[in-house]
């Protein structure tokens, strides 16, 4: 079990919990090996718990939770714990969890119709759930919860599943907290072509209203459609939204689009350590960590402009002390160093090359106070200089002003087209869905 979990990260991450790791010895114990997904690992899990564990320790259960299948079992846990998700729940008061069973249980043939009956049985159901199995545990008196946060949304999961209740999980695409019940419940299903769907519906109306927001997605696709790529045109969509956001306030900014969207993309895939067209290897790693296989130089060219322009932008927005580690070593090293790569890379472009060097010749003083004296005086207007520059000659740069209300539904845009990759990832889908999906993923909506 211990060499298996070795070359399994996301399962062994599991291990971490007494609990998740006692359910994965229970499936290891079965089958002598860990199902590829989550979800069946989960669901085998269980159902050794409910079913298998029973028989093997000779437990005989009261007269009505014994009139419970596994199915039922699990049928009534998925309820509670979709009902409880919903509402952002994670701990409950023992009368309320009653009346969801009583709810699911009076519907089964061998129930009472007497209500007071019915109340008992359900608290009866209750504490065998919680004695037997330990998927509910009480917390405090009279408040119980899922033992583990992994069961519930396991079971919201399948819930969603079996009910096809995708709506009600995409209304909470942009929620962090349903993302673990996204990837389960894609996991599930049989085939998530109309899941998928659903999705990018959902994702492609996040702010098809809004003007500005639909003008940046139409800039990102002429940029894109500019640049003559061997890479596919999804990933190459991806990193200009990427090097075009990061110029906005950093502190802002941080994490509004993070790198694995574009390594879910398959960028990262794509480019290789090879060189083509007979140019040398360049290090891009910092920040993006993108390898180096050169083939159209126009991508890194914008990369490099890009990330002179974001660093100065750094400094902008940062106190500059002048015993700073930041101030002595982005000036004088990585904004030069970038615009120096640009200008080795901007093959045939003599006037955007006389430019750059007229720019980079101020950050060559090695002096920490001189460059100090000279940016406090200098800098905004050497930061517009070279934006407007990157604007006139390579179509980056661009300021686009957007607001705080902008700002915060572009990080769920790309939250959400992150999600709806993973999700892709995770599930079995049609080759023609998966491929329109990726087509026009990342496009203004009436594209």
């Known amino acids: 079990m211990l060499e298996r979990l070795k070359g399994n990260q996301p399962v062994k991450e599991l291990a971490k919990s007494p609990l998740l790791l006692t359910l994965l010895c229970l499936v290891f114990g079965e089958r002598n090996d860990f199902p590829p997904k989550r979800s069946e690992l989960y669901k085998e899990g269980l159902e050794v718990l409910m079913k298998k564990w029973d028989a ?27 009902n409880t998700f919903v509402n ?26 007497d209500p007071d009956a019915l109340r008992l049985d359900s608290e009866v159901v209750l504490k065998a759930i919680e004695h037997h199995h330990g998927l509910l545990v009480e917390r405090a008196r009279n408040i119980y919860s899922f033992s583990h946060l992994t069961f519930q949304e396991y079971f ?16 909470n695409i942009s929620n962090p907290r349903w993302k673990e019940v996204f990837y389960l419940t894609a996991e599930m299903l049989r085939r998530s072509n109309d899941f998928l769907q659903l999705m990018k519906d959902h994702i492609d109306g996040m702010f098809a209203n809004d003007e500005k927001l639909q003008a940046f997605l139409e800039w990102v696709d002429q940029k894109t459609n ?17 090097v075009s956001l990061h ?34 290897k360049r290090d891009l790693s910092y920040p993006l960590n993108i ?39 982005y000036p004088t090293t990585n904004i030069e160093s970038a615009l120096s790569n640009a200008i080795d890379l901007a093959i045939g472009k003599d006037k955007l090359i006389q430019l750059l060097q007229v720019l980079k010749e101020p950050l060559s003083n090695p002096y920490r106070w001189t460059f100090k004296s000279w940016w406090t005086v200098n800098g905004h207007y050497w930061i517009e200089e070279l934006r407007q520059v990157s604007v006139d000659h390579l179509n ?10 902008q700002v915060e539904l572009l990080k769920q ?9 993973e999700c892709m990832n995770r599930s079995y889908v049609s080759k023609q869905v998966r491929e329109e999906i990726e087509l026009t993923m990342l496009l203004p909506s009436k594209k």
């Not at 500019?226 to 990427?242: E, L, M, P, W």
């Not at 980056?396 to 209300?405: K, L, V």
């Open 156 to 171: 919201a999961a399948r819930e969603i599943d079996r009910e096809r209740n995708f709506e009600r999980l995409i209304e």
């Open 291 to 329: 390898p180096q296989k050169v083939f159209d130089n126009s991508l890194f060219l914008d990369r490099y402009i890009s990330h002179a322009l974001n660093r100065a932008m750094n400094l902008k927005y940062k106190e500059l002390d002048p015993t700073s580690y930041m101030l002595s070593y």
């Open 396 to 405: 980056i740069g661009h300021d686009w002003q957007f607001t705080d209300e």
């Open 247 to 280: 110029q906005l306030n950093p502190d802002v900014m941080r994490d509004l689009l993070d790198f694995d969207l574009i390594k879910g993309l398959d960028l990262t895939d794509e480019f290789d350590t090879e060189t083509r067209g007979g140019y040398r």
């Open 56 to 82: 093997k320790r000779n437990i005989e259960r009261e007269i009505i939770y014994k009139h419970l299948s596994p199915q039922n079992k699990e049928d009534m846990l998925g309820q509670i714990a979709f």
């Open 88 to 113: 952002g729940e994670y701990f409950f008061r023992q009368e309320d969890l009653q009346r969801q069973i009583k709810d699911y249980i009076c519907n089964l043939p061998e129930a009472s119709a």
């Open 226 to 242: 500019s640049v003559n790529s061997i890479y596919k045109t999804r990933s190459v969509r991806a990193f200009y939204s990427y």
């Open 413 to 421: 845009y790309y939250s959400a087209n992150l999600l709806l990759v």
